[in-house]
Structure formats: C-alpha cells, structure tokens
C-alpha cells in the first residue's frame, strides 16, 4: 500500500511533463492488461476539475489527482496496487535459469548468459550519469517469488542463489519493483531448483 508520502510525490508528479516526471510517469496505454486501466493512462496528464472527483478525479488537500492505473482506495488516506500480472500484459510463462540476488529491497534475476547491470558511481550531475543508471536500470529484472512461498535470507551483502523456474515476464519495459527501479518483472509460478551459490566463486 501507498503512504501518505507517496501520494504526495503523486500529487507532485501529476503536474510535471513526462521528462520532468522520470520514473514517475506513467508507461503507454498498451502495456496494460485491462481497458479501464488504458483509459486512465490515456488521461494521465489531463488535468482534473472539480467536477471529475469521484469520476476518475479524488482530492488530496488542496490538490486534484487523476486516479493512475491499477490503483483503487481502501481508504480515504490509503491506495493500493493490484497485483503486477493483473495490471500489466505479460509474456507466456516459459522455463527461466539464472543467478536470483536476495537482497533487502534491491532483489534481481540475471538469466544464464547475461550479467548483472553495471550502476554509474560518482558524481550524479556528470555528463552522461543519468543515461548509465537508466540503461542498467532497464536491463535489472525484479523477480517476484511470493507465489511460490519461497522465504528471503537476508544477510549482509546480500547472497546469490542458482534458481531454475518456470515464470512469466512482463511484455513491456518499464518501472517494476521496489521504487520501479527495475526494468521488467518476473513472476515465478513454479520452481524447479533453488541452490545456494558459494559466498567466494561462480554459481554452477
């Protein structure tokens, strides 16, 4: 569920254009799954009157807020999502091999053959830093594990996993994850094997 914070970037974010707004914004009408939600994405930056409260418009304080897509109220001060495949269009569940970080709030899947994203490092005002992190950004992939129970070990460092399970990956890129700071999402329907890769050495 959103905080009270969040809301408020919401709010904040709803008067910026799409550049202004980054991860903020909201992605293309076709990557989601339902028609109702494609109709808010089209009227995303369509600003609200006083007579769209209540019709795809609430109020919070002194501003108007256009609902977003794949939210609903579960109170007057409380949003919250509907879950990733139920928002977003996803690709036919297949057969995934990788390297699964198990990391507090930064989790990610590196599938065989590829490599984890390389983050920028220094001075974020520098030239071309902000295309470095939106390139690894992108190609970081959220796994979601929770339909399979399976349980996070958190330690220090985080720990590297060798998993193999069947799942479905969203069709489009976006902003998926904790604070949308991954570039796609998995969600794993069934495992088929989860080992525990050495803390020194390749996972094999």
């Known amino acids: ?44 930056l369509e600003p609200c009157a006083e007579t769209d409260v209540g019709r795809g418009c609430y109020r919070w304080d002194s501003c108007l807020i256009r609902e977003a897509p794949c939210t609903y109220h579960v109170d007057a001060n409380t949003i919250a ?4 495949d139920q928002c977003y269009k996803m690709e036919a569940s297949r057969r995934y091999r990788g390297v699964w970080l198990d990391e507090f709030e930064g989790q990610a899947f590196i599938p065989e053959g ?49 998993i193999e399970f069947d799942g479905r990956k969203t069709m489009y890129p976006g902003s998926y994850g904790h604070l ?21 050495g390749d996972c094999r």
């Open 1 to 44: 569920m959103l905080s009270r914070l969040r809301v408020m970037l919401v709010c904040t974010a709803a008067g910026l254009g799409t550049a202004a707004a980054g991860q903020f914004t909201f992605p293309e009408p076709e990557v989601y799954a339902r028609p109702e939600d494609q109709a808010r994405a089209r009227l995303r």
């Open 114 to 162: 590829t490599t984890a994203p390389e983050w920028p490092r220094g001075d974020a005002t520098r030239s071309g830093w902000r295309e470095r992190f939106e390139s690894a950004r992108a190609s970081r992939i959220w796994l979601d594990v929770s339909r399979v129970g399976l349980e996070h070990h958190f330690r220090e460092g985080g720990r590297k996993v060798l």
């Open 81 to 84: 999502s509907v879950p990733t």
């Open 180 to 200: 949308g700071m991954s570039g796609h999402e998995i969600i794993v329907d069934h495992m088929i094997s989860l080992k525990e890769c050495p803390e020194t």
